[in-house]
């Protein structure tokens, strides 16, 4: 909560610390939600910062440990993944991520629709 609450006041600094705290007390416990849930916010928290590196990397890496219940989440990293790609000149990378996004099957959130649409603009 204390990420959060730091992301919304623009403290995105302070809630990395926080995230990145939560991945570490995660990693190796056996709470593959926690540790990708943690992961997510990191990205997210590394994506506000301009670090594109860092967040695709997190994006990436929260993505690969979620589950098919994880779906929203997922579609989300996979999307801001594509982002990162794009801004850093890796169009073929972001390609890749709107592709896997594409293979996600089911019902997507609210922002999903949009989302898509806004993918067609990347290229």
Same mark, same amino acid.
């Given at each position: 909560?204390?990420?959060e609450s730091?992301?919304?006041l623009?403290?995105?600094?302070?809630?990395?610390?926080m995230y990145?705290? $939560?991945?570490?007390?995660?990693?190796?416990?056996? $709470?593959?939600?926690?540790?990708?849930h943690?992961?997510l916010?990191?990205a997210? !928290?590394?994506y506000?910062?301009?670090?594109?590196?860092?967040?695709?990397?997190?994006?990436?890496?929260?993505?690969?440990?979620?589950? !098919?219940?994880?779906?929203?989440d997922r579609?989300?990293?996979?999307?801001?993944?594509?982002?990162? $790609?794009k801004?850093?000149?890796?169009?073929? !990378?972001?390609?890749?991520?709107?592709e !896997?996004?594409?293979?996600l099957?089911?019902d997507?959130p609210?922002?999903?629709?949009?989302?898509f649409?806004?993918?067609?603009?990347?290229?």
């Open positions: 909560l204390k990420g730091f992301s919304r623009g403290r995105h600094e302070e809630s990395l610390d990145q705290k $939560a991945v570490a007390q995660s990693s190796g416990s056996g $709470a593959v939600q926690m540790l990708s943690a992961r916010r990191a997210d !928290e590394e506000a910062l301009g670090r594109c590196v860092e967040a695709s990397a997190g994006y990436r890496e929260a993505a690969a440990l979620m589950t !098919e219940d994880e779906k929203d579609a989300w990293a996979l999307y801001r993944a594509a982002l990162c $790609a801004r850093l000149g890796r169009v073929e !990378e972001a390609k890749g991520e709107i !896997e996004l594409g293979n099957k089911g997507f609210r922002w999903g629709a949009s989302v649409k806004e993918t067609e603009k990347l290229f």
